[in-house]
């Protein structure tokens, strides 16, 4: 495998449209579209290649890495073309490698089919906003979509903490600052004690991972600042109880006072296969922070709450999962099989839409246009 190769099967992605491609010994290159993972008919993947694929990968680092690791992230570049976030590890002794695409333009509130209110979040000035979901849900395109909001409207300093860094910001009226875990600082919460004296505005933190960010980051929030970060959770109920699961026993009903004066809003994304099969669109729940919400945080009796007062405030542009799913219904954009298994509470799911006329028993048989799923190289490889 030399560079020529590799780079041909990264543009493959690339022109393709798909979110990950996994280099694995034993199988074909594999692509994920929209959710699914395809392969490409081209050849499978021996030792030599994924080693070979590796040391491609790793010699642009400027950590100047030898192969003696048994994982590492970082960031790879075709220049002009796009971006990748790169995960090489090992199992039974060989390499394994895979790259998350990170497209080189940020798209708009618009583009990614967010709700309006996220251009409000990303003007508030001080406190923290979390975007929350699983693995490949969308996190991190829309910190970046919400960062660029401030980059196009405010005069401020912008500092990002990432691992690795995945879209590049260009200045427009803020002045940003990016910063690498590994390359330019040695953890998320080095970095984020030296922002603090950094003069910024707002802080992005690239994924609240243990007691010291989080602890720091609401330390910024409380201290005046504006933090953006993300978290692996699934709604906004199970992302208090983590924040507050990182602290000692001891510390946790404090901790719930400084999450509730501080938190601002959560976003939390699930990806969802639209009618077509063809593409995804996101499910979204939206908190904003209010005095009742502050209450259920404080009190880990009530957190369970929440989500019936998100369902109470749409006209504050607050929305709950199943809401947000009867909309993408009425705009006849997923099937309501899909809707029924990604709601929150299904029963209640089916009383709604059989209230609003709708079939709870429709199968909402996709039309997979993308099936049978295949990738087919041609000369160039």
Do not use: W
Request: with cysteine; net charge negative; glycine share 4%.
């Amino acid at each position: 495998m030399d560079r020529e190769k590799l780079y041909r099967l990264l543009r493959l992605g690339l022109e393709k449209g798909a979110s990950d491609i996994h280099f694995q010994v034993g199988y074909l290159p594999l692509y994920r579209f929209n959710g699914d993972l395809v392969e490409l008919r081209y050849k499978v993947l021996s030792d030599t290649d994924t080693e070979a694929i590796a040391k491609l990968l790793l010699a642009d680092d400027p950590r100047d890495l030898d192969m003696d690791f048994d994982e590492v992230d970082l960031a790879f570049e075709l220049p002009g073309e796009g971006r990748f976030r790169v995960n090489v590890s090992r199992q039974r002794r060989f390499y394994n490698i895979v790259l998350r695409v990170i497209p080189l333009e940020i798209r708009s509130v618009e583009e990614l089919n967010l709700p309006s209110t996220l251009r409000d979040l990303a003007q508030f000035r001080r406190g923290c906003v979390l975007v929350t979901g699983a693995t490949g849900m969308g996190k991190s395109t829309t910190l970046a979509t919400m960062i660029e909001e401030v980059n196009k409207v405010r005069k401020a300093k912008i500092v990002t903490i990432e691992d690795p860094i995945e879209f590049v910001f260009t200045h427009d009226k803020s002045i940003i600052t990016q910063r690498e875990v590994g390359t330019d600082t040695r953890s998320f919460p080095n970095a984020l004690h030296a922002a603090l004296r950094q003069d910024p505005d707002v802080i992005m933190v690239g994924e609240m991972r243990d007691l010291e960010t989080v602890d720091t980051s609401l330390k910024a929030a409380e201290t005046g600042h504006m933090v953006f970060s993300s978290i692996h959770t699934a709604d906004v109920a199970s992302t208090i109880n983590r924040l507050v699961s990182f602290f000692p026993p001891e510390e946790q009903m404090g901790v719930r006072n400084r999450i509730a004066d501080n938190l601002r809003a959560v976003v939390s994304l699930r990806l969802l296969p639209n009618k077509k099969g063809t593409a995804r669109v996101p499910a979204i729940e939206l908190m904003i922070s209010t005095r009742s919400i502050q209450e259920c945080i404080k009190d880990p009796a009530k957190t369970h709450e929440i989500t019936e007062y998100i369902a109470r405030a749409r006209s504050e542009g607050m929305q709950s999962f199943d809401q947000h799913l009867l909309d993408l219904l009425r705009a006849n954009k997923i099937t309501v099989e899909t809707a029924l298994a990604a709601a929150s509470n299904p029963t209640d799911f089916k009383t709604k839409l059989a209230l609003e006329g709708g079939d709870p028993d429709e199968s909402g048989a996709v039309e997979r246009v993308l099936e049978p799923m295949e990738l087919e190289s041609d000369e160039r490889f």
